[in-house]
Structures are given as structure tokens and as C-alpha cells.
């Protein structure tokens, strides 16, 4: 199956969720500098949410034009990764206001790290489907994999001493690691400079 109506798809469910995040930041209360700092926390959960969304479009984008043919087990296992990725805009609403509670910043930075695995289960089974493709032979994320979830785990025992909001600024660290390495692993396997 080719892979134009599916790439269209996921594009407008990240659409719609980036919008649907920045339709739940509230207006400040005055329109001063203060009134704007006064809701700092949101705009960086905002901004989190929003960097990891446009990595996944990005990364979904670079991916899919190597990708030529998928089946009905890719379309599957990216609805998973979907369905869970839907909730970005859910957490980050919960987290933003009350990002010095336990419970929201550790299901915030679960969910990340349900979103990072499904992630690579989806293009792990993407690659493994185009088996014919000699572009997705050096694509490999284990070392990505391996970083954020050890990222994860301290960010989760930090959080749990006391310090809730480590894990907005972990996740923020797990999508750099994510893109920086990616890059990396590209320019190496292209040869460029």
C-alpha cells in the first residue's frame, strides 16, 4: 500500500493537536509583563508539548520519504502511537496548571516515554514491512532509546524527591537527545559535513 493517504492523515491529527494546546492557554489576567509571567509554567509546558509534536511530524515527514510501501500492521501500530499521543494536549493542560504536583508532572513524563517507545516499535515495524527498501537499512534508534529512557528514570526519582517540575525540563531533554542524535546518525550515514 502506498503511503500518501496515511502521511496525510497523521499530519492533520498533529495539526489539530497543536492547536487544540495553544487554544488552552488562558489570556493573562492584565495584559502587563507580570501578567505574563504569571502564566510562564504553561507557556513552557506549551512550548515542551509542542517541540515533541514537530519532532514526530519532522520525524514522521524524513521517515516516510524513504518509506515505500506499508500494510495494515503499520497503519495499527501508528494509531497506537496516535491514540497516545492525543493526550499531549490533555497532560500538558494538567501539568501547566499544577506543575508542582507529583501526579501530573510524572504521568506528563510517563506518557513521553510511552510516546518514545511506541515510537520506535512503530519505525522499527515500518522498516521490518519495507523489506525491499535499501534506504531504511541504516535507521537504528537504540542508542536514542536507551538514553531517554535512563533520562526518564532519573527524571522520575528526582521528581519524586520534591522537585515535580524536573520532569517538563527531562522530557524537553529526551526530544534534544532525539533530533541531535538522529541528525547525527543521518549526516554520518550521508557522508555530509
Known sequence: MQTARFETFIDAILAIM??????????????????????????????ISFIVLFSIWD?????????????DHVIWMYSVLIFFTTFVPYLTAWVAHQPHDLVPEIMFGFLFFIVNILFVVSTILTIKKDIHNNLLEEISYNKVFIMNTL???IGAIIATLGY?????????????????VTYYQETYNTGEN
Do not use: S
Open 59 to 71: 520525524h514522521h515527514r524524513k521517515f516516510f520519504e524513504k518509506v515505500q510501501n506499508i500494510d
Open 151 to 153: 533520562l526518564f528514570i
Open 18 to 47: 497543536m492547536t487544540v494546546m495553544v487554544l488552552k492557554i488562558p489570556q493573562p489576567e492584565t495584559l502587563t509583563l507580570t501578567g505574563i509571567l504569571d502564566l510562564k509554567v504553561m507557556y513552557l509546558a506549551y512550548i
Open 164 to 180: 515535580p517540575i524536573i520532569m517538563m525540563i527531562i522530557c524537553l531533554l529526551t526530544v534534544v537527545t532525539w533530533n541531535l
